[in-house]
């Protein structure tokens, strides 16, 4: 079972940067490779249980179901349930921590999920560049410029 681990620090206050994540249905509005996004089923974002449905730049729909969500620890857990990937069992965290050295926030981003041995490690690396970095990166350019 391959794990993704991506962290990162991030020049805002935590508040800030979980403001612009903490919304399930968000990612369009901070994430460079999400084009669109809704909840199924009329839910709200922070029910847990609810599934968002995204399409991604190369035009794929993503469909994700929502494990865990807590204001007070800055963290969101999701599973992938439908994707092009060759991807099962999946799991990821999202979780924000205070750096107190500046004020800035500490991210991380991790996911285990279950793959064919000669596909995981390609899984991966496009996951945890692609969607973990990326998204992080465009956190860091959205701050920066404020």
Request: proline share 5%; charged share 25%; aromatic share 8%.
């Amino acid at each position: 079972m391959p794990t993704v681990t991506i962290s990162s620090v991030i020049d805002a206050p935590i508040e800030k940067v979980w403001e612009r994540i903490r919304d399930y249905n968000g990612l369009p509005g901070w994430h460079p490779r999400m084009v669109e996004s809704r909840i199924e089923d009329g839910r709200q974002a922070t029910d847990i249980g609810c599934v968002r449905s995204f399409k991604v730049t190369s035009g794929a729909t993503i469909r994700e179901k929502l494990l865990a969500f807590s204001d007070a620890d800055c963290l969101t857990s999701y599973s992938i349930i439908e994707t092009p990937q060759p991807i099962s069992n999946h799991t990821a965290t999202l979780q924000l921590r205070r750096v107190t050295d500046g004020d800035r926030t500490y991210a991380e981003w991790t996911s285990t999920f279950d793959a064919p041995a000669d596909q995981a490690d390609a899984v991966a690396k496009g996951m945890g560049e692609n969607v973990f970095q990326g998204g992080f990166n465009a956190l860091k350019a959205h701050f920066a410029k404020i």
